[in-house]
């Protein structure tokens, strides 16, 4: 989650154009660094149970960094 903070400021403040600079720039994977970068729009709640390890058995980190939307409305249902 720290990556994609530092991240987000790094597009936010210009330093790069996209993930995809940043992606070569770190010599890994566009769709790791946007997964990252996806973490950073969680709610506070969702960051908070992540940091704790008390994330339901039902939801995953990787879920939450492809879709967090979707899975933020699922479990507010």
């Known amino acids: 989650m720290a990556r ?11 330093k790069v154009k996209s993930l995809k600079e940043i992606a070569e720039r770190e010599n890994i994977d566009n769709s790791y660094v946007s997964r990252m970068v996806n973490l950073t729009c969680l709610s ?6 992540i940091l704790e390890d008390e994330l339901p058995d039902n ?15 699922e479990t507010h249902k």
């Open 59 to 73: 939801i995953t980190l990787f879920e939450l960094a492809v879709d967090p939307p979707l899975l933020w409305w």
């Open 4 to 14: 994609g903070h530092r991240w987000l400021a790094l597009l936010e403040s210009g």
């Open 44 to 49: 506070p709640d969702i960051v908070t149970a």
